[in-house]
């Protein structure tokens, strides 16, 4: 299994400005994905980060508001832009292999718009 | 659309007995089928996966699935108190964006 990392672990921002969110896996995958989970709700997706091409994003998700990077097979950037409250969320990056389909999750980031 | 559903609890069993946890989908064409488990203000962790109809057992956790019924559970013996916490049940999202996996609500268990 892959040890992700992510950063920063929690913020507080305020509306209308920026907040990008970093992923670091230890080893190089060929999947990584950005979720966002409200409290006490489960887990929704907001793109696949590709390696070398522009993210795949849901339905709901648009590449203005997530601008997501991907550089390399360990690591990825998403940006949450212009923030409203309602971004007020945490923050998930997931890694995996894609041929098993398990995914590895990191910790999250809290993120709180105020 | 393509669900994941569980229900979502809680489920209390008493310290010692089996904690049954139970997951239908909708994609009959899915082949992939994982437990997570989510401690209070952590995040998921991956347990158990599964992909061929039968048991699978990994200590005191046991994956059952049936393609058939589209059914897939998850059986905890000799439950802990550290086994609280909230399941969650995902399905690959076959013909979806690749390795993307479809998660349900997840279902909390308390064990006292």
């Known amino acids: 299994s892959a040890v992700i990392s992510q950063k920063p672990s929690r913020d507080i921002c305020q509306r209308g400005t920026s907040l990008t969110i970093q992923c670091q896996v230890d080893?190089?995958?060929?999947?990584m994905f950005w979720y966002r989970q409200q409290p006490g709700q489960s887990l929704t997706l907001i793109a696949t980060a590709n390696q070398g091409s522009e993210a795949t994003y849901e339905s709901g998700f648009v590449i203005d508001k997530f601008p997501i990077s991907r550089p390399n097979l360990t690591f990825s950037t998403l940006t949450v832009s212009n923030m409203s409250p309602e971004d007020s969320s945490i923050y998930l990056c997931?890694?995996?292999?894609?041929?098993?389909?398990?995914?590895?999750f990191g910790p999250g980031t809290r993120l709180t718009v105020t | 659309q393509k669900e994941v559903e569980q229900n979502s609890g809680p489920l209390s069993v008493p310290e010692g007995a089996i904690a049954s946890l139970n997951c239908t989908y909708s994609?009959?064409?899915?082949?992939?089928f994982f437990w997570y488990r989510q401690y209070s203000g952590k995040s998921p962790e991956l347990i158990m996966s599964i992909y061929s109809n039968g048991d699978k057992e990994d200590g005191r956790f046991t994956a059952q699935l049936n393609k058939a019924s589209q059914y897939v559970s998850l059986l905890i013996r000799d439950s802990q108190p550290s086994d609280s916490a909230t399941y969650l049940c995902a399905v690959n999202d076959y013909g979806g964006s690749q390795g993307n996996l479809i998660f349900g609500k997840g279902t909390k268990l308390s064990v006292k």
């Open positions: 997931s890694a995996g292999q894609g041929g098993t389909y398990e995914q590895y």
């Open positions: 994609d009959r064409v899915s082949q992939s």
């Open positions: 080893s190089q995958v060929t999947m």
